[in-house]
């Protein structure tokens, strides 16, 4: 496994492809883990970035203190069979100078994009430049990260880009509970209150399973749910169109119920598809 630091040494490489590229902010854990696998399976090269990109932050955000532990991620990204660890520095990705950005309308502006209005300016400024560095073929992201995915999809497919997007399963803990780097900031507390996220996604499933199609009553009976854990303070609660994001009335298709949540401090997002 090699660790590169400059463009210029990611570009001087003769990898054998196809090549997969995992794109992450470090502190990984079992469902980054899953994304190297399933690139490890599908492409003779695996490259996984690690950058805590400063533009998808805003100003009241935790940049300062998102965790970091790069000598641990390298461990696991050796034993999951990486090739090249690619760890730009800010400068490195953003020389003095730097001024252009890669937006996507319409997709970014609602959910995560309504609560955090400059975080997906950076998500794909930031995506779009590792596309470029590093040419991959095939580019995993988690669905946990299910606008995001969308967004990614939508910039690639716009620009052109000659390249997959490949989905990949969210992945939990036993009770429930999306993994995310975040979920280190959870207290003990506030740990046991976070598997809400899931039980209310999990309810507006069996409400959907036994033929509710009301997207309004499935919303109220998750917002109820979520309301009787005293830890969390809701940001949204969504169930929309899978392609544009709007808000459905009746599902007809298929919908993406999507949900933020304040566990104290952390905001934990979470989601599945129904239908």
């Not at 950058?51 to 100003?59: A, L």
């Not at 990260?145 to 992945?171: E, F, G, R, S, Y």
């Not at 959907?208 to 009301?214: A, P, S």
């Not at 109820?224 to 949204?236: H, W």
Request: a positive charge; hydrophobic letters at 40%.
């Amino acid at each position: 496994m090699k660790v590169i630091e400059t463009i210029a040494g990611i570009r001087g490489l003769q990898l054998p492809r196809p090549v997969g590229l995992v794109p992450t902010m470090g502190y990984l854990h079992a469902g980054h883990i899953s994304l190297v696998k399933q690139a490890k399976a599908e492409n003779k090269s695996v490259v996984v970035s690690i950058f805590v990109n400063p533009t998808q932050f805003g100003p009241k955000e935790d940049l300062t203190t998102y965790p970091r532990d790069i000598p641990r991620d390298l461990t696991m990204l050796k034993k999951a069979g990486t090739d090249i660890v690619f760890i730009p520095s800010v400068k490195e990705m953003y020389p003095d100078g730097y001024d252009s950005w890669v937006e996507v309308e319409n997709l970014q502006k609602r959910l995560e994009g309504a609560s955090r209005p400059t975080h997906f300016k950076g998500v794909t400024t930031v995506v779009a430049k590792l596309f470029n560095i590093v040419q991959a073929e095939n580019n995993y992201f988690g669905q946990k990260d299910a606008q995001q995915l969308l967004v990614i999809k939508k910039m690639a497919k716009d620009l052109n880009m000659n390249l997959n997007v490949i989905a990949c399963p969210t992945v939990r803990e036993p009770d429930g509970l999306a993994m995310s780097s975040r979920n280190t900031y959870l207290t003990p507390a506030q740990r046991r209150a976070a598997p809400v996220l899931y039980k209310s996604l999990q309810m507006a499933k069996q409400l959907y399973d036994k033929g509710e199609r009301d997207a309004g009553k499935i919303r109220q009976a998750m917002i109820k749910l979520l309301q009787t854990e005293p830890e969390g303070q809701i940001d949204y609660v969504s169930i929309a169109d899978t392609g544009t994001l709007q808000e459905l009335e009746v599902i007809q298709g298929q919908a993406l119920v999507s949900l933020a949540v304040k566990i104290g401090k952390p905001r934990l997002i979470d989601n599945i598809i129904l239908g």
